[in-house]
């Protein structure tokens, strides 16, 4: 099977504490069983910034809707969703 990399983008709440944010959202990319690739900052405005978070996985799992779902209910906030979606090569 091929491997995918996603890019779910998380606003946040509030501009505080974006990295314990981020934390706590590739926790739970990693107990999904995907690998975390990078965090990306994306300002938003007002001083929001975006909180882009790029991992791969398998294929085989689908589509990651729940991990989504999961990471939009964290503390602090606002929505996540699904920005990109591409298959690696090689």
Not at 57 to 68: A, H, I, N, R, T
């Amino acid at each position: 099977m091929a491997r995918i990399v996603i890019t779910v983008t998380i606003n946040p709440d509030s501009p505080d504490d974006l990295k314990k944010l981020e934390e706590e959202a590739k926790g739970k990319i990693e107990k999904f069983g995907a690998d975390y690739g990078r965090t990306e900052l994306e300002p938003i405005g007002f001083g929001l910034k975006a909180v882009k978070i790029i991992f791969i996985m398998d294929e085989s799992k689908g589509v990651p809707d729940e991990l989504v779902e999961s990471i939009a209910k964290l503390a602090g906030v606002a929505s996540a969703r699904i920005t990109d979606v591409r298959r690696t090569i090689g």
